[in-house]
């Protein structure tokens, strides 16, 4: 069975500094991997996704993350921090796909990261 | 343009009501999911069809009964709405392979309905 941990549910960072979402996840295959940004009142969108190929994903806005095996996580990581920045980020694992069987993505309980000025 | 739509935005309804959220995507995707995000914004997935098929069935009610006549829609119909259905409900898209969703898919989601149960 294959579950997703966000280590923290709420993150605060000054901006300008490093941003750091923990995630460890589990899976029985060989998951795809992904961060999604939510801001207030808003749809889910993708931010970057692992699918087995480069371990450092490069995403949008800056945004990078890391598929690390040896410690079943991916976490993500931002070099400086934008006020812009400030919304919920859920990780996701996905696997198994293509059969009928129960649902094989799921989401972390989301991460809320908040910018001070 | 936009690409995963809902409608309505917004919807106020007593108990007991029965009510429909619609959901269409203009990406040309073969699968199309809703999801529930309640208050603590744990999102769970409730139904996926793949080309108008049912794929993905959670343990949701079955008050609850999507519908897809195209693949380009997935209506959402609620009967006897209950205080705890209240949250937001959104609609995602992704494109796939041969035979149905890869775990490799971008999901592309639209901008939620919220729903409040009086």
């Known amino acids: 069975a294959q579950s997703v941990t966000q280590l923290d549910s709420h993150v605060s960072v000054s901006e300008g500094t490093p941003v750091l979402l923990r995630c460890n996840y589990s899976s029985s295959y060989s998951p795809s991997l992904f961060w999604y940004v939510q801001h207030p009142n808003k749809g889910l969108q993708l931010l970057l996704k692992?699918?087995?190929?480069?371990?450092l994903v490069k995403g949008i806005n800056g945004f990078e993350a890391e598929f690390k095996k040896s410690e079943t996580s991916f976490h993500l990581t931002k070099p400086s921090a934008h006020m812009s920045d400030a919304a919920e980020y859920f990780c996701?694992?996905?696997?198994?796909?293509?059969?009928?069987?129960?649902?094989?993505?799921?989401f972390g309980s989301g991460t809320r990261l908040s910018i001070r000025p | 343009d936009t690409a995963v739509s809902q409608t309505p935005k917004y919807l106020v309804t007593q108990m007991g009501n029965d009510k429909s959220i619609k959901c269409e995507q203009n990406l040309g995707h073969d699968t199309m999911y809703w999801y529930k995000q309640d208050s603590k914004k744990f999102l769970k997935i409730m139904f996926s069809y793949n080309n108008k098929e049912l794929i993905i069935n959670e343990t949701v009610p079955n008050r609850f009964s999507p519908k897809s006549p195209d693949k380009a829609h997935l209506n959402l119909h609620i009967n006897s709405l209950e205080l705890g259905d209240s949250a937001v409900y959104f609609c995602a898209s992704s494109q796939d392979g041969t035979r149905g969703p890869l775990s490799t898919d971008t999901q592309y989601f639209g901008p939620g309905t919220r729903l409040t149960v009086l």
């Open positions: 996701v694992v996905s696997d198994g796909w293509g059969s009928s069987s129960a649902s094989k993505i799921i």
């Open positions: 692992y699918t087995s190929a480069a371990t």
